[in-house]
């Protein structure tokens, strides 16, 4: 994969497409985050920041998520919200004068409250994760059930994980995701997240309604 994106950031700069060939190599800093390489995906992140004139605020917006990703994998926590008010703030910017690249269209509001909520889940600011996903939800589309879902598993990640767990509230979101995941959505990454939320809530496996939840959620999890 790695090849081939080296090859698509040539062809881009063959073409004088900066904002695609920043792209790529945010793309590049999400693998190197997955691969466990921190400070690549932070090199990756801020050449893509840094190589991007910022005439499409939604290309900008994404380049800062993606950077946003690599700082709070890094448990950098300034950067990570510096990093991520500059998101924020490309949503009040004035539109691209020649219209912004069609491969951008994804980014809105929503994507950025929930890539903001995976952020603070990393850095274990249970409360600023709980907004943002909170806000995610609120926005999202009916069509967004995949990402429905991964908002769901993070969110009541958060109920579990804060100083005073409330089990009932992210058993019923740890539900919704699992219905979700079950027979109609297929996702690698949801069900990472998903496998998360039951490993934390291992210490609490005695209560019955725990239990329920993990046995329901045991043959996706293995999946």
Not at 22 to 48: P, Y
Not at 79 to 102: C, Q, V, W, Y
Not at 133 to 161: F, S
Request: net charge positive; with cysteine; charged share 25%.
């Amino acid at each position: 994969m790695r090849v081939v994106a080296i090859a698509g950031l040539y062809q881009a700069n063959a073409a004088g497409d900066r904002g695609l060939g920043a792209n790529i190599l945010g793309f590049m800093s999400c693998q190197a985050k997955d691969l466990g390489q921190l400070r690549q995906a932070v090199t990756l992140a801020e050449t893509a920041r840094a190589s991007y004139p910022a005439t499409s605020p939604k290309v900008g917006a994404i380049l800062d998520l993606r950077a946003a990703e690599a700082y709070a994998n890094s448990r950098s926590v300034g950067d990570t919200r510096r990093a991520l008010d500059k998101a924020f703030d490309r949503f009040t910017d004035s539109p691209a004068e020649h219209g912004d690249p069609d491969w951008s269209y994804w980014i809105n509001e929503a994507q950025a409250h929930a890539q903001a909520g995976y952020c603070f889940v990393k850095l274990e600011d249970w409360p600023r994760a709980r907004d943002h996903l909170r806000a995610a939800l609120r926005l999202q589309n009916n069509e967004y059930t995949r990402e429905g879902a991964l908002r769901h598993a993070l969110l009541a990640t958060t109920y579990v994980q804060q100083e005073q767990p409330e089990l009932d509230k992210a058993l019923v979101l740890g539900g919704q995701a699992v219905q979700t995941l079950t027979g109609q959505v297929t996702s690698a990454r949801c069900i990472k997240h998903v496998r998360n939320l039951v490993g934390a809530l291992i210490p609490y496996r005695r209560t019955p309604a725990v239990r329920r939840f993990c046995q329901d959620a045991r043959d996706l999890v293995a999946s």
